[in-house]
């Protein structure tokens, strides 16, 4: 579909609620999860924002050739795509894409993400109000989170988190780093509790790797924030648990997303009708 009609923007509606449900439904490139029963002002919502999403993602492939202008957002695209699998995490894939694209990124560079997640929020603000204070959330975000002499994108990366990458000198110590990026996520609890007392955040930080480990680590720090209940207005590192490790494989979906993107649809449907007849 997004092959073939990329203007097209899909909706996933189901009745199950466990998150990796939803995480999927990101995965394949869902602009949005609803739950039955179907809340219909929160479909309206829904619906409002797909068409404002579908509407910007027409203008910016309308101007692709003017893509030097749109460099961050381009860039942006380019975690957002990489960290929901649509772009395989292998050295090939990756390259492939930021050679097309033409982005500016060093696959040999080490880099550390940083979730910072709202976990509650009051339940009299309004739906607007709620996106505003997450628009506020990346904004401010984007100025305490700077450390010297090392490039940072910061990405609205669902509806309730943003992401922080910092890609690294290796010559310099990951402590260092650590200890510099746990101030910034200090400061911005502070500033949220004092200024934005309607809501409460988390943030966790990931460890110095490659580009090609990233999102493994995303994926470990949305599930201990899935399963953090508890603890609002605190600081998770990665490194402290491993319990959490999972061990990154590419995806049947990746694959075959793969598939449609580069038009072998025979593949994909052999693999499916073996996936559907064997047991």
Not at 10 to 28: P, S, V
Not at 61 to 79: D, H, M, P, T, Y
Not at 202 to 230: H, L
């Amino acid at each position: 579909l997004k092959q073939n009609k990329p203007e097209v923007g899909c909706i996933f509606m189901t009745c199950h609620a466990d998150f990796k449900y939803a995480q999927k439904a990101i995965q394949l490139g869902s602009i949005d999860y609803l739950l039955k029963p179907l809340n219909y002002e929160e479909a309206a919502e829904t619906l409002k924002s797909a068409i404002e999403k579908v509407k910007n993602e027409k203008i910016l492939r309308k101007n692709s050739g003017a893509w030097l202008e749109n460099k961050n957002i381009v860039l942006k695209q380019f975690w957002k795509d990489f960290f929901v699998g649509d772009i395989s995490p292998d050295k090939e894939t990756v390259s492939r894409y930021i050679q097309a694209k033409d982005i500016d990124i060093n696959l040999e560079k080490n880099y550390i993400p940083v979730l910072v997640s709202i976990k509650k929020t009051s339940e009299d603000i309004t739906r607007n109000e709620r996106r505003l204070m997450e628009f506020a959330i990346k904004n401010i975000s984007d100025e305490l989170f700077t450390i010297e002499d090392v490039n940072k994108e910061v990405i609205e990366f669902t509806e309730n988190s943003v992401l922080i990458m910092f890609d690294l000198n290796k010559s310099l110590d990951n402590k260092d780093y650590t200890q510099l990026i746990k101030a910034s996520c200090e400061e911005l609890i502070q500033v949220v509790k004092l200024y934005y007392k309607m809501m409460t955040i988390c943030c966790y930080i990931g460890t110095k790797d490659s580009i090609y480990a990233m999102p493994n680590q995303i994926e470990n720090m949305q599930t201990i924030d899935f399963n953090n209940v508890a603890y609002h207005q605190d600081i998770f590192l990665l490194s402290l648990y491993r319990r959490y490790h999972i061990e990154y494989n590419n995806s049947i979906f990746t694959k075959w997303s793969e598939y449609i993107q580069t038009n072998k649809f025979q593949n994909l449907f052999s693999e499916v009708k073996q996936m559907l007849t064997t047991g």
